[in-house]
Nanobody, 119 residues
Framework: QVQVVESGGGLVQAGGSLRLSCTVS????????MGWYRQTPGNQRESVAS??????ATYADSVKGRFTISRNSATTVYLQMNSLKPEDTAVYYC??????????????WGQGTQVTVSS
């Protein structure tokens, strides 16, 4: 069984910073790409930042220059969020594409962590 667990969300004033963490555990043979998404009520989940297996980072235009995605191990990815704005308020989800004991490449999601930015 695979678990994807996020942490680090919270309440912060505009202009502040937060760091989200995501750790994948369980019956895993290999992890491919990892990334962060966010969702607000009534809206679709959108990609915020992602890391390719080769380490290339991709960012949504709305967060370029403010957010940084990094991966310090095979199973942990971070999202450093600086200069936060009220419009960054959302539930942030970690996503990982991995090869598990089912013998297939599949996408797994965490339960989400709330980020609230006050003006």
């Amino acid at each position: 069984q695979v678990q994807v667990v996020e942490s680090g969300g919270g309440l912060v004033q505009a202009g502040g910073s937060l760091r989200l963490s995501c750790t994948v555990s369980g019956s895993i043979f290999s992890i491919d790409s990892m990334g962060w998404y966010r969702q607000t009520p009534g809206n679709q989940r959108e990609s915020v930042a992602s890391l390719s297996p080769g380490g290339s980072a991709t960012y949504a235009d709305s967060v370029k220059g403010r957010f940084t995605i990094s991966r310090n191990s095979a199973t942990t990815v971070y999202l450093q969020m600086n200069s936060l704005k009220p419009e960054d308020t959302a539930v942030y989800y970690c996503n990982a594409r991995l090869y598990g004991n089912q013998g297939t490449w599949d996408y797994y999601w965490g339960q989400g962590t709330q980020v609230t930015v006050s003006s």
